[in-house]
């Protein structure tokens, strides 16, 4: 069993920066893949990002590539999304969640967070 908690969230302008944290805890999240998705009412849920265990192997949404960022923080059950040049399409309840590897597929996931709300006004 893993329990995640995200945090960081907020009200933010167009073109701003944020920075979102997911922790992780229980022993199953030791050598775990976290990613991060992301969903808007009447959407299904998109991949955004996810880092694997080591950090060593990252995977973006082709919508986030360039402007987002992830990283493992310290303690390492900690997974940082570094969200920058925000644009008001990228509104959304923000979610992490375990996996085996960085997979963009919502049904490789298996433990998710409660989410945390972002919103950007333009």
């Known amino acids: 069993q893993v329990e995640l908690a995200e945090s960081g969230g907020g009200l933010v302008q167009a073109g701003g920066s944020l920075r979102l944290a997911c922790v992780a805890s229980?022993?199953?999240?030791?050598?775990?893949?976290i990613g991060w998705f992301r969903q808007t009412p009447g959407k299904e849920r998109e991949f955004v990002a996810a880092?694997?265990?080591?950090?060593?192997?990252?995977a973006y949404g082709d919508s986030v590539r360039g402007r987002f960022a992830i990283s493992k923080g310290n303690p390492k059950n900690t997974v940082y999304l570094q969200m920058a040049s925000l644009t008001p399409e990228d509104t959304a309840v923000y979610y992490c969640?375990?996996?085996?590897?960085?997979?963009?597929?919502?049904?490789?996931?298996?433990?998710w967070g409660q989410g945390t709300q972002v919103a950007v006004s333009s």
């Open positions: 969640a375990t996996a085996n590897r960085p997979r963009r597929g919502e049904r490789d996931y298996k433990f």
């Open positions: 229980g022993r199953a999240s030791i050598g775990t893949t």
């Open positions: 880092i694997d265990s080591t950090g060593g192997l990252t």
